[in-house]
């Protein structure tokens, strides 16, 4: 409904005890009053989208950030693990191996 519908809406629900007695400048300034308070209501509202898709988009840059340190310590730790492999003499596991790339168009356990 329109403001104005849902001004006199409220209006009509309230059951003011000597509702009678109440003159045109109180009513007025009671309809003003609510119509400030709608009017607020409905700006709140309204910004409501835009402020979902700036956390929206705040949430996807910290999981790309951490998503990023993540992928950088599992290549750190990789890198790591295959020096110590070759200062040992050692070879890449082949099952570690074909773990690591079941469903990889390459051979490398990484890129």
Do not use: C, H
């Not at 409220?10 to 009671?30: F, H, N, P, T, V």
């Not at 400030?36 to 509202?45: A, F, G, P, S």
Request: hydrophobic share 30%; no cysteine; glycine share 6%.
């Amino acid at each position: 409904p329109s403001s104005a519908a849902s001004v006199a809406s409220y209006l009509d629900s309230l059951d003011l005890k000597g509702s009678d007695s109440m003159d045109g400048y109180q009513r007025a300034l009671q309809v003003n009053a609510i119509e400030t308070k709608m009017n607020q209501l409905e700006e709140k509202v309204d910004m409501l989208p835009s402020e979902i898709v700036d956390k929206m988009q705040d949430w996807q840059q910290r999981q790309d950030v951490r998503l990023s340190d993540e992928i950088r310590k599992i290549g750190a730790f990789l890198i790591k693990g295959d020096q110590q492999q070759q200062t040992n003499g050692e070879g890449w596991d082949p099952e570690l191996v074909q773990k690591m790339t079941v469903g990889q168009s390459s051979n490398m356990p990484y890129q």
